[in-house]
Nanobody, 124 residues
Framework: QVQLVESGGGLVQAGGSLRLSCAASGRTASRYAMAWFRQAPGKEREVVAA????????YLADSVKGRFTISRDNAKRTVYLQMNSLKPEDTAVYYCAAKDGTYYGESYSEYAYWGQGTQVTVSS
């Protein structure tokens, strides 16, 4: 079983920054890709960013390009989401997810392991 624990959420004013972290523990595949999803009230869960096992390939949703960055430290088994220039529309519960294999996917159905979520609230 794989456990994912997110941290770093909170309340921030528009234009501010937050850094989310997700630490993996337990039995994981030798290689696994990771992603961040978010879900706002009344909306479907959407992918925000994803990263391959090596970190050499990343994906960012159009809505966050130029503002968010995803990275990982495999020695620490941790993935990060640096969020800058935050907007009120970024307000959501952010979830960390992991999937076995080297390459990431963009659909939540591809990910077998999920964290409990962390709330990000951006005030205007």
């Amino acid at each position: 079983q794989v456990q994912l624990v997110e941290s770093g959420g909170g309340l921030v004013q528009a234009g501010g920054s937050l850094r989310l972290s997700c630490a993996a523990s337990g039995r994981t595949a030798s290689r696994y890709a990771m992603a961040w999803f978010r879900q706002a009230p009344g909306k479907e869960r959407e992918v925000v960013a994803a990263i391959s096992w090596s970190g050499g390939s990343t994906y960012l949703a159009d809505s966050v390009k130029g503002r968010f960055t995803i990275s990982r430290d495999n020695a620490k088994r941790t993935v990060y989401l640096q969020m800058n220039s935050l907007k009120p529309e970024d307000t959501a519960v952010y979830y960390c997810a992991a999937k076995d294999g080297t390459y990431y996917g963009e659909s939540y159905s591809e990910y077998a392991y999920w964290g409990q979520g962390t709330q990000v609230t951006v005030s205007s």
